[in-house]
């Protein structure tokens, strides 16, 4: 069973259309990358399954349930979003924010109970933060504070998570950290994971399914050897690029054209 279905989808803002005739479906257990350049579409699609553009037209269903018709408590027990700008700010504790993960479950005001701490501890443990879990999160380092986001979208116990650029401001050490956790949360707990990606080497190297946009549409959908070619890229980045298989992966290794 597919974890989301998006058909002819067209949404974008009250002011303006961002997306047309947008349709895929997401399965279970893989790392869906969005791919694009800017203004093309990527995060408005995120935010479309969190119901937070102007749908003009389509559905999204997630587990057959359509969207729209889903409270913000339902969503939030279905997908988890870890944006892109999201800075830590408060001198809270790294465990002080992954338990604002419970929040869909608990309210704001109910008290935290046994069960929570456990998907608590267990968010931390998967993400290698139990021993940084009293550390204030303005101490921490950029990878660490975006695994603390993963681990708060872990502990709403969702099966869907949504990262918008999950790798920004990282050094490349942290890049590969960041999305080899992804990968793995993803094919051991057969999570479904969508995530937005400039750097279409990291997509090649840890995407199961990429989905290119431009201009507001589906440029092609498949896996990296499908979607990732001389052609397709120079068109759609309006810049001559070279496609070579990787030595050892032979996954597409993408370099311009200079």
């Not at 359509?66 to 979003?81: D, P």
């Not at 992954?98 to 608590?120: C, M, T, Y």
């Not at 116990?157 to 890049?175: A, N, S």
């Not at 057969?190 to 937005?196: N, S």
Request: with cysteine.
């Amino acid at each position: 069973m597919n974890q989301i279905e998006i058909e002819n989808l067209a949404c974008g803002y009250p002011e303006r259309e961002v997306l047309q005739q947008v349709s895929l479906c997401v399965e279970p257990g893989k790392v869906l990358v969005l791919l694009g350049p800017n203004g093309s579409g990527k995060t408005t699609l995120l935010r479309a399954l969190f119901n937070l553009v102007v749908v003009y037209q389509g559905s999204i269903l997630i587990e057959g349930e359509a969207v729209n018709q889903l409270s913000r408590k339902q969503l939030a027990q279905k997908l988890a979003l870890s944006p892109q700008m999201e800075v830590p700010q408060w001198p809270m504790t790294v465990e002080e924010t992954v338990q604002l993960g419970r929040s869909s479950h608990r309210g704001w005001i109910q008290p935290f109970q046994a069960e929570d701490k456990n998907f608590v501890d267990a968010a931390l443990a998967q993400t290698g933060l139990t021993e940084l879990r009293l550390r204030k999160i303005t101490e921490i380092s950029g990878g660490e504070w975006r695994r603390t986001l993963i681990a708060r979208a872990l502990a709403q116990q969702t099966k869907v998570l949504c990262l918008d650029e999950p790798t920004t401001g990282l050094d490349l050490k942290y890049q590969v950290e960041v999305l080899t956790l992804i990968r793995d949360l993803a094919h051991q707990r057969d999570l479904t994971v969508i995530l937005t990606l400039h750097d279409l080497n990291l997509a090649s190297c840890f995407a199961d399914q990429i989905v290119l946009l431009s201009q507001g549409r589906i440029a092609a959908t498949g896996t990296g050897e499908e979607v990732l070619t001389e052609e397709r890229l120079s068109d759609v980045y309006q810049t001559k690029v070279k496609v070579i298989p990787h030595p050892e992966y032979r996954t597409p290794f993408i370099v311009p054209v200079l």
